[in-house]
């Protein structure tokens, strides 16, 4: 365990389910951080709850307030930096963060994404996964690049795709994968077992970013 745990802030703008994996696995002790604050550009975020019933300050920014993205993302740097954490932490946030943005957190802005990138970025992802007939899906965590759901992987968990798979099935297993993996990914990047070499990740400087233990 480090001394003090590291800082995280996390932002979402909806259910909060990877939120609430994240603060149980900070409570089981899995995952050696703090989270420092809960930042949602929604109101009406159902995970804000699970920020307010661990204790963890909430903030609300919602970006149709801002006249354009880059005042909301200034805005939101604003609010981020004040909590000086060491890693800012996307889970389900669904605003694209502009170039600026990224850059001001590069290397500390991980983004968890539900396909196996670099196939399927975007949106509705179980739905394309199905009409394209790949026989494996999954979830991705990665460090943010400004292009969208690009950049260097941390780790990849997949699934078979099965032939009776619905949208919702399909996307509850890769769910159960989200939920197992961030903690995971977070708590390689507070040990500091995260490097970027040449555009790849290195875990505990070998090739192997898709190995979880
Ligand atoms: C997850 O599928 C995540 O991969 C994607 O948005 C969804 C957020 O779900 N980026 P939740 O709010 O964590 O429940």
Avoid: C
Wanted: charged residues 25%.
């Amino acid at each position: 365990m480090s001394n003090p745990p590291a800082g995280i802030v996390v932002l979402i703008s909806g259910r909060g389910s990877n939120l609430k994996s994240i603060i149980e696995a900070v409570h089981g002790k899995e995952l050696d951080a703090k989270i420092l604050a809960v930042i949602s550009n929604r109101g009406d975020a159902g995970g804000l709850d699970f920020a307010r019933e661990a204790g963890i300050p909430v903030e609300v920014i919602e970006d149709t307030q801002f006249p354009s993205r880059q005042d909301f993302d200034d805005r939101l740097i604003e609010a981020i930096d004040r909590y000086q954490p060491k890693l800012v932490v996307l889970a389900g946030f669904m605003r694209i963060l502009g170039d600026a943005f990224v850059r001001h957190f590069l290397g500390r802005l991980i983004n968890i994404h539900p396909a196996l990138l670099p196939q399927f970025p975007g949106l509705h992802t179980h739905k394309r996964v199905l009409e394209s007939g790949v026989e494996r899906h999954g979830v991705t965590v990665h460090f943010v690049t400004p292009e969208v759901d690009s950049g260097p992987v941390i780790i990849q968990r997949s699934v078979p795709v099965l032939a009776d798979d619905t949208v919702e099935s399909l996307a509850a297993r890769v769910l159960e994968l989200e939920h197992a993996i961030y903690p995971v990914a977070i708590q390689w990047f507070v040990e500091g077992r995260l490097t970027i070499q040449d555009g790849e990740v290195l875990l505990d400087g070998e090739k192997s970013p898709q190995q979880a233990p």
